[in-house]
């Protein structure tokens, strides 16, 4: 599944409380800040919410990564 790199743009300073909320769930706390989350559909709804605070951007998974695909006996 694909990534997706959020970026807090402006502060939540005079926004409503669930926004600043989602902000914190999220792990934003003022502008700059950056987390890497997985996409998924409650993701993509939460940032439906803050949409004009933050910036999201895709990042496709790495694939291949560490030893899962390592055969075992």
Request: without cysteine; positive net charge.
């Amino acid at each position: 599944m694909a990534e997706v790199v959020i970026v807090q743009k402006k502060s939540a300073i005079g926004e409503k409380e669930g926004a600043r909320g989602t902000l914190r769930a999220l792990g934003l706390g003022r502008p700059g800040d950056r987390v890497h989350q997985e996409d998924t559909a409650q993701l993509r709804g939460m940032l439906r919410r803050i949409a004009h605070l933050v910036e999201v951007t895709s990042v496709p998974a790495a694939k291949g990564t560490g030893a899962a695909g390592a055969r075992t006996r």
